[in-house]
């Protein structure tokens, strides 16, 4: 059956607290950190983009794999932070990670949910046997408007999975999306921040489209949320995805361990496979993993996952605790030249 | 002295963040549970008149008169749009009242509409202070929570009115909100979670602030004749009153206290030759909890600078001596601009019917509503009967 044959993370070094961008604001930094269930969030280095985050997590994912990069036939790579707007991101992982010229590539975008787009679009080529492994890859380096409410929880990272039928770690048993024509959400060509729908980004966005997504495939394979022992959700902040899994009937342990977002702010399109990465790190034969996605605009993809012995045996070394415990705080003045928020910065010498 | 004028029929939405009703769906379900609570058909009705703040600003959408007849499908008639901020719906009832007393019209319906949340917040706050003085208010950052702490700070000066006894206006419109089944907060709040809201401007909290609401109401109006016909139990106006302030806070003779509520208050209780003890409870406009203190010292239900105290003592609880806001009011109910005026009045016509279910007030025999627009700029009340 078609699956996870290995994964890996990546997660930028430096750390920006709440506190301080509310320090610059004169906003109520505890008040925020309360009602939005976040702490402090990861700022990508004045050298990193989706490309680096895209690459090391590839990295990681075909060592842990240990499959030959030479027989992945697709690489797709869900941002909407690609550093180029036309020449793809793939083709320079692809570079990167030796697995040219004998295979295909492309760029997704479907806000946060395009890195659950990518691993979809895998499985059916894997499954046809067009291809014999698969790259999906969720990386940003999301952006906010300096001040508006985005900032406090923007962050950077990304995970990459390889989807095969050979030496799988976790069957996808089934996947399920819920989509909508949902404007919550949206930056236009020439935008340098996006834009968004307040209050209207909750009720009739996330969680319609998560529980939605997650009701169906539950329903279609005659499940029940204490049929699993994990849940993973998008995290654009930890209210959200605590009060859907409430909703859906979810405990908290079962959501806990992949709820990430109070350290390491909203990765976007990294968001659900850094969480889905995290729950892998622990999970063991026979553990059952339900895995919903969230994309602005708007969407979501569903995935029931059940861990095999393989997972046990080839544990993945570099987890996403030991990138979380890695870290350097810095403040405002660091993060806005760090994230180019700076105007008519002079060349380096 | 021409005949007198009876409300026959009310509707009214739910009121909320409703994400997938559009201004004209509001306004249109609103519009048809009343023609169908009047029992009356579409070519009975002689004219419409629409409340409605800024249909433009909020939705892209103006020349709403047309609109409006177009989508109730009585394209034809003759339809009027009437604006005085946030009392515009009150000041809709007043046009459509006048034009029964005047003798042009038999039947007329009288609706309200403000569809507020397809905009973002910060759009909604300038929109809002459309309703103030743009060159004296608003182009030099004053927005109405900052206008109406200055008042809040003044009465608190005066009359020494407490944070407390302010805060126990949102407790109690929260109450009262959770019996009401159209209500945005269906939930009560404490004391102390009003006192610890987030500051919105000092003193003023989040807790005292009515809400970005959308919502529409309507009631259908006719004369004495054509009330006695077509109903069992009219509710009868006996006021219908206005009055203008200056529109700039700034200007007032006092800033704790509403010169136009206070006139139109006195004018309202001539036309009904009625005194403030003769009211059996009132809908008042708080949109900011300060407000509805200064509207009850303004009505007469007790002294001025006493409000915060009666408030305080209980007495305008459901059970007390003068109910206020039974509805929940904006706090509680919700605040969609132009609808308010016309929800308050479906609110008194409901409990003058006696169908108030589990917030009516017994025995209520009348009622008053109390409709501001901006700062103060406007003040229109009504006074209803259920004899």
Redesign the interface.
């Known amino acids: 059956m078609v699956g996870i044959v290995g994964y890996g993370v990546y997660l930028p070094i430096y750390r920006i607290k709440v506190e301080e961008i509310a320090r610059v604001w004169g906003t109520n930094g505890s008040r925020i950190s309360k009602s939005l269930f976040i702490y402090e969030k990861t700022v990508p280095s004045i050298d990193e983009d989706t490309v680096t985050i895209s690459v090391e997590a590839a990295r990681n994912a075909v060592e842990h794999s240990e499959v030959n990069p030479k027989e992945i036939g697709a690489i797709y790579v869900g941002s909407e932070s690609h550093p180029y707007v036309v020449k793809p991101t793939a083709t320079i992982v692809a570079a990167a990670i030796d697995a040219i010229e004998n295979l295909t590539a492309a760029d997704y975008e479907f806000a946060c949910k395009a890195g659950t787009a990518a691993i979809q679009t895998c499985m059916g080529l894997v499954e046809s046997d067009i291809i014999k492994y698969g790259l999906a890859i969720g990386a940003d380096t999301s952006q906010g408007k300096p001040g508006d409410a985005l900032e406090y929880t923007a962050s950077a990272g990304g995970a990459a999975f390889i989807i095969g039928k050979e030496g799988v770690i976790g069957e996808i048993k089934d996947t399920y999306s819920y989509t909508t024509d949902t404007p919550d959400f949206w930056r236009r060509e020439g935008r340098d921040f996006p834009s968004h729908g307040a209050r209207f980004t909750g009720k009739p966005a996330y969680f319609k489209h998560i529980i939605s997504a997650a009701r169906g495939i539950m329903e279609r394979n005659d499940m029940k949320p204490k049929d699993f022992d994990y849940l993973v959700l998008h995290q654009p902040n930890g209210k959200f995805p605590e009060t859907a899994a409430k909703t859906l009937g979810f405990t908290r342990e079962q959501l806990h361990n992949s709820l990430l977002v109070p350290y390491i702010g909203n990765t976007y399109s990294g968001s659900t496979l850094l969480g889905l990465a995290a729950t892998l790190d622990k999970a063991n034969g026979g553990d059952k993993i339900l895995v919903v996605s969230y994309g602005s605009g708007a969407g979501s993809d569903a995935f029931i996952i059940e861990v095999t012995k393989e997972n046990e045996k080839r544990r993945n070394k570099k987890t996403v605790k030991k990138y979380m415990e890695k870290r350097i705080y810095i403040d405002y003045s660091t993060y806005a030249k760090f994230k180019g928020k700076l105007k008519g910065v002079a060349l380096q010498k | 002295m021409s005949s007198r004028v009876a409300v026959i029929g009310i509707g009214i939405t739910e009121f909320g963040?409703l994400?997938?009703e559009s201004y004209r769906a509001l306004i249109t379900k609103a519009g048809t549970e009343a023609i169908n609570d009047a029992g009356i058909e579409g070519n009975e009705i002689d004219g419409l008149y629409i409340g409605s703040m800024s249909p433009g600003l909020f939705s892209g959408q103006e020349h709403v008169s047309s609109l409006v007849a177009d989508y109730s499908g009585l394209a034809g008639i003759p339809a009027t749009r009437v604006e005085a901020a946030c009392a515009s719906g009150g000041l809709a009832f007043r046009e459509a009242y006048i034009s029964l007393k005047s003798g042009l019209m038999d039947i007329v319906v009288a609706g309200g509409v403000e569809k507020m949340?397809d905009s973002?917040?910060s759009s909604v706050m300038i929109t809002l202070m459309g309703a103030g003085d743009q060159e004296w208010e608003a182009f030099k950052g004053a927005t109405f929570p900052a206008l109406y702490a200055l008042m809040a700070r003044r009465h608190m000066f005066e009359y020494g009115t407490t944070l407390e006894q302010i805060s126990e206006v949102a407790v109690k419109s929260h109450h009262n909100a959770t019996l009401n089944p159209n209500a945005q907060f269906k939930f009560n709040v404490t004391l102390k979670q009003v006192m610890n809201s987030?500051p919105v401007a000092e003193p003023l909290r989040l807790l005292h602030c009515s809400p970005i609401t959308d919502g529409a109401a309507a009631v259908v109006l006719a004369t004495e004749k054509k009330a006695k016909k077509l109903c069992e139990n009219p509710i009868w106006v006996e006021a219908s009153a206005i009055s203008t302030d200056t529109i700039a806070l700034h200007d007032r003779r006092s800033l704790s206290r509403m010169d136009a509520s206070i006139r139109a208050a006195k004018y309202a209780y001539e036309q009904a030759n009625l005194k403030p003890s003769d009211i059996d409870f009132a809908e008042v406009h708080d949109c900011f909890s300060i407000a509805e203190i200064m509207a009850i010292e303004s009505l007469g239900f007790c002294k001025p600078g006493e409000g915060g105290k009666l408030t305080e003592d209980g007495e305008t609880k459901l059970d007390g001596s003068i109910p206020i806001n039974p509805s929940g009011g904006l706090k509680g109910k919700g605040h969609p601009v132009g609808a308010t005026g016309i929800a308050q009045i479906v609110e008194v016509v409901e409990q003058l019917r006696g169908d108030a279910g589990k917030r009516q007030i017994d025995g209520a025999e009348i009622g008053l509503t109390h409709n501001i627009g901006g700062s103060g700029g406007t003040c229109v009340i009504h006074i209803f009967s259920n004899r």
């Open positions: 963040e994400w997938d949340t973002p917040t987030p």
